[in-house]
Nanobody, 123 residues
Framework: VQLQASGGGLAQPGGSLRLSCTGS???????IGWWRQAPGKEREWISC????????DYSESVKGRFTTSRDNAKNTAYLEMNSLKPEDTAIYYC??????????????????WGQGTQVTVSS
């Protein structure tokens, strides 16, 4: 499976963006994770949505502001980002794991990665 992340761009503080992660084939049995890497910092896990029941989990840094969802019919997952802050500026990546969100997050077992999309939050 190849993943294509898209939807990044420039947003003002307080603004919104929606990222998409589209697979070249079915993502039905993959947990989909979202990560970001800011300049000079390590990659940070921020969200994951399960393939079993659609449950989602978030890091404390984005909880309450970001929402992840998925549309299996379109082989696509989404990350809706609201109330953006300058510290959200980073390259955002999606990944797919055929185990679970737990392994995706804690064991870094993602099978596939998207290429990354730049998000810049600035006035």
């Amino acid at each position: 499976v190849q993943l294509q992340a898209s939807g990044g761009g420039l947003a003002q503080p307080g603004g919104s963006l929606r990222l998409s992660c589209t697979g070249s084939s079915s993502l039905d049995y993959y947990a989909i994770g979202w990560w970001r890497q800011a300049p000079g910092k390590e990659r940070e896990w921020i969200s994951c949505i399960s393939w079993t029941d659609g449950d989602a989990d978030y890091s404390e840094s984005v909880k309450g502001r970001f929402t992840t969802s998925r549309d299996n019919a379109k082989n696509t997952a989404y990350l809706e980002m609201n109330s953006l802050k300058p510290e959200d500026t980073a390259i955002y990546y999606c990944s797919a794991d055929n185990l679970s969100c737990y392994y995706l997050r804690h064991a870094n077992t993602s099978d596939f990665w998207g290429q990354g999309t730049q998000v810049t939050v600035s006035s």
